[in-house]
């Protein structure tokens, strides 16, 4: 497949469809959190919000027991996870195709952001990420610099999702 | 917009990312045959109604989790949170105020 951006003019805000990925639920006790991670070669982290990286993969904590794992196409988890399995009780499940990623910058993104997220995202750490609503779709915020997201939405969610940013697009471009 | 605190997240976040999930401390009888026709309907159906503080759980849709609320039923405001499986917070003045 072949990826090509067009950009006729320069754009206050740029939405760029991302390649898939290797998405993975993870849900572990917090006892076996330690031993499991060494498995995944991973430092799952314990707040809720925050991440961690190694080797591609990246890991993002979304709850006191629950994990968003994402690394490149054909990353092999399941097999260490699978031999961990009887020191570390858990669930790995492969939800790469439930989402598509999209990757939205610009100067005027947090703008974009702010017509239809209610949690403040420009008081959200650069390096965090979080799973809240935009518009009333769930989606996953991930902030990778000050004005650059990824965000993590559900296949059946994306046409809305996207009507809403074209529309938001629109009124950026034209100063409303 | 109310703003709500998330036990779990440690983080004061608007309340389109929590729902209401009814009234808290409600335990499901350990043996459900060995109650009346009544018991078991008050257990499913009766509710306080409280007007003024109200013990409730709430989801957040950012962590998954469920945790308990003091929220009084009149001013909307929320009193405390806290999470799930700890013990009724009791209702002080400092809260009620």
């Known amino acids: ?176 | 917009m109310l703003l709500i605190h998330c036990p779990y997240c440690e983080d004061t976040l608007p309340e389109l990312e929590f729902t209401y999930a009814g009234e808290a401390h409600i335990a499901r009888p350990a043996d459900p045959s060995a109650l009346s026709d009544d018991e078991w309907r008050d257990f499913l159906f009766i509710r306080t109604n409280a007007r003024g503080p109200h013990y409730e759980r709430w989801r957040h849709i950012g962590c998954g989790r469920f945790f308990n609320a003091l929220r009084d039923t009149v001013s909307d405001r929320f009193l405390t949170t806290y999470k799930a499986g700890e013990a009724r917070r009791p209702l002080t003045n400092e809260a009620a105020e």
Not at chain 1, 78 to 100: G, K, M, N, Q, T
Not at chain 1, 115 to 127: D, H, K, S, T, Y
Not at chain 1, 137 to 162: C, K
Request: proline share 7%; aromatic share 4%.
């Open chain 1, 1 to 176: 497949m072949t990826n090509q951006k067009h950009q006729f003019d320069a754009s206050p805000v740029v939405v760029e469809d991302l390649a898939p990925a290797l998405r993975l639920s993870l849900r572990v006790k917090p006892a076996h959190r330690e031993t499991l991670g060494r498995a995944l070669g991973l430092d799952l982290p314990t707040r809720v919000g925050s991440r961690a990286a190694a080797n591609g993969a990246e890991a993002l904590c979304l709850g006191p027991d629950e994990w968003l794992i994402v690394a490149p196409e054909g990353t092999d988890l399941a097999s260490p996870a699978r031999a961990a399995y009887a020191d570390a009780p858990h669930s790995l499940v492969d939800i790469s195709d439930r989402e598509i990623t999209l990757r939205l910058s610009g100067p005027a993104v947090l703008d974009l952001l702010a017509a239809c997220c209610p949690r403040n995202i420009a008081a959200m750490p650069v390096g965090a990420a979080a799973r809240t609503v935009f518009d009333s779709a769930t989606v996953i915020l991930w902030r990778d610099g000050p004005t650059d997201f990824r965000m993590d939405v559900w296949r059946s969610f994306a046409p809305h999702v996207r009507s809403l940013l074209t529309q938001v697009r629109t009124e950026i471009a034209a100063g409303l």
